[in-house]
C-alpha cells in the first residue's frame, strides 16, 4: 500500500496560466476527492468521484475547474485561467466504498502558487 | 455560524499531560465525525474515526461524540512535543461523501 500519491508536489504559475494537477489513490479505492486547503484554515471540499463518475460538485468548483477520472483510477483538476485567488495546497483524497463508512486518506499536496 | 467550529488555539499543555480539544457542528443529522492531524507544510493524517455517541480509544487517542450536544473532542494522553501540529474535526453531513472541516486547534506541547 502506497498511498496516494499527487504530481507535482509544487507548482508556480503565472496569471492566466492553465495548470493541471495529477493524484493516483490508494490502489484498492473506488472513490477519489479533491480539497483545496489556504493557510489557517480547514480543507475545503471541491469535488468527488465514485469510480468514474463524477458525483458532487462543490460551489467552489467555478467553471475555470475542471477535474476528470477517466478510468476510475487517477485523476486530474484543470485551472484554466489561473488567477492569484487561486493559490493554496491543493489536496486529494481517497476512499473504500463500505457500508456507512468514509474515511478519507489524503495525499501529499500540490502547492500552488499564481504570480 | 459555521458548519464545524474549534477553538484556533494554541493550546499549550506541558509534556505529559492530558491534551483537550473540541469541536462543534451545526448539522444535527451528521453521522460520521473524524480527527486529523496536520503537521506545518503536510498533508492531514487522519488519526481517529467516531460514529455513535461515547467514547473511542485507541493508543494514546480518546474521541468523544455526543450527538445530543452536537459536540465531540479528542483527548490525547501523555502528549509529547512531537504531538504538536494542528488537529482538524471533520464531519459528514447525511447523504454526503464530503467532509466539512474546521479550522482546525493547534497544539502546542512543551517540554
Known amino acids: 500500500d502506497t498511498g496516494v500519491s499527487q504530481d507535482p508536489r509544487h507548482k508556480i504559475t503565472k496569471r492566466g496560466q492553465n495548470v493541471t494537477f495529477r493524484c493516483d489513490p490508494i490502489?484498492?479505492?473506488?472513490?477519489l476527492y479533491w480539497y483545496r486547503q489556504t493557510l489557517g484554515q480547514g480543507p475545503e471540499f471541491l469535488t468527488y468521484?465514485?469510480?468514474?463518475?463524477?458525483?458532487?460538485k462543490s460551489r467552489l468548483l467555478s467553471d475555470r475547474f475542471s477535474a476528470e477520472r477517466p478510468k476510475g483510477s487517477f485523476s486530474t483538476l484543470e485551472i484554466q485561467r489561473t488567477e492569484q485567488g487561486d493559490s493554496a495546497m491543493y489536496l486529494c483524497?481517497?476512499?473504500?466504498?463500505?457500508?456507512?463508512?468514509?474515511?478519507?486518506?489524503f495525499g501529499p499536496g500540490t502547492r500552488l502558487t499564481v504570480t | 455560524q459555521k458548519e464545524v467550529e474549534q477553538n484556533s488555539g494554541p493550546l499549550s499543555v506541558p509534556e505529559g499531560a492530558i491534551a483537550s480539544l473540541n469541536c462543534t457542528y451545526s448539522?444535527?443529522?451528521?453521522?460520521?465525525f473524524f480527527w486529523y492531524r496536520q503537521y506545518s507544510g503536510k498533508s492531514p493524517e487522519l488519526i481517529m474515526s467516531?460514529?455513535?455517541?461515547g467514547d473511542k480509544e485507541d493508543g494514546r487517542f480518546t474521541a468523544q461524540l455526543n450527538k445530543a450536544s452536537q459536540y465531540v473532542s479528542l483527548l490525547i494522553r501523555d502528549s509529547q512535543p512531537s504531538d504538536s501540529a494542528t488537529y482538524l474535526c471533520?464531519?459528514?453531513?447525511?447523504?454526503?461523501?464530503?467532509?466539512?472541516f474546521g479550522s482546525g486547534t493547534r497544539l502546542q506541547v512543551q517540554p
Open positions: 490502489s484498492e479505492h473506488n472513490r
Open positions: 467516531i460514529y455513535s455517541n
Open positions: 483524497a481517497s476512499s473504500l466504498v463500505s457500508e456507512g463508512e468514509n474515511e478519507q486518506y
Open positions: 468521484f465514485q469510480n468514474e463518475a463524477q458525483l458532487e
Open positions: 471533520a464531519v459528514r453531513g447525511t447523504g454526503r461523501r464530503a467532509l466539512t
Open positions: 448539522d444535527r443529522v451528521s453521522q460520521s
